[in-house]
């Protein structure tokens, strides 16, 4: 079996600790700040963060155009609260000429569980994880509308905060910011 090859879109948030999960379930990792290192993923990571300013730093280096293709073209993603604010087809409360990447088919709000000191702490029980995960939400979105082919894995106050089409992973939450790599391994499983 061929170790998986999964970037980790290394613009801005907690790309050595997605990078460290990762590994833990068995892929190898490798940061990704230009077009070229897009090449040969078998899947790719975008971590939390500043939305607008991964957007903003994705169009300077050049790399927004070649990872929208990309993810166009099947390339398996995993998106984390920023994340999946870019991998969203449509958002609200965005700053500006914001943009996104794209490919989920999900409406997400920003900031939607309020400012910093808004942040929480919870255990969830997500679809496809074995028991309570506990989930560390910093600023987080939620998701307000899901399309046909989205399924909702977990949600919190209501509102889905992690969901997968196809092989687009999103939670509205930090998996990364704990010891726990049971959502990375669900990406890898199904890469």
Same mark, same amino acid.
């Given at each position: ?7 980790? /879109? ?5 790309? *050595? !600790?997605?990078?460290?999960? /990762?590994?833990?379930?068995?892929? =190898? ?8 290192? +897009? ?13 607008t300013t991964i957007d903003k730093l994705s169009r300077r280096f050049g790399l927004r155009d070649? +990872? %929208? ?5 099947? /390339? ?13 087809? &449509?958002?609200? !409360?965005?700053?500006? $000429? ?6 989920? !088919?999900?409406?997400? =709000?920003?900031?939607?569980?309020? =400012? ?6 919870? $255990? ?18 939620? *998701? &307000?509308? @899901?399309?046909?082919? @989205? ?12 969901? =997968?089409?196809?092989? /687009? ?10 010891? !726990?790599?049971? %959502?990375?391994? +669900? ?5």
């Open positions: 079996m061929v170790t998986p090859l999964v970037g980790v /879109l290394a613009l801005q948030g907690d790309v *050595v !600790d997605h990078c460290r999960a /990762l590994e833990a379930v068995g892929a =190898r990792s490798r940061t990704v700040r230009r077009p070229e290192e +897009l090449t040969g993923l078998d899947g790719i990571v975008l971590p939390g963060g500043e939305s070649p +990872l %929208v293709d990309a993810l166009a073209a099947g /390339l398996p993603a995993y998106g984390s609260c920023a994340g999946m604010i870019m991998l969203a087809d &449509e958002l609200l !409360d965005g700053l500006g $000429d914001q943009q996104t990447f794209g490919g989920l !088919d999900v409406t997400v =709000r920003r900031n939607a569980f309020g =400012r910093q000191v808004d942040s929480f702490e919870t $255990d969830l029980d997500v679809v496809g994880i074995e028991g309570p995960l506990h989930a560390v939400f910093i600023r987080a979105p939620w *998701v &307000e509308r @899901v399309g046909a082919g @989205v399924e909702v894995l977990a949600s919190a106050a209501g509102h889905p905060v992690a969901v =997968r089409q196809g092989r /687009l992973l999103a939670t509205s939450f930090h998996p990364e910011a704990t010891a !726990d790599t049971r %959502v990375h391994a +669900l990406f890898v499983a199904g890469l």
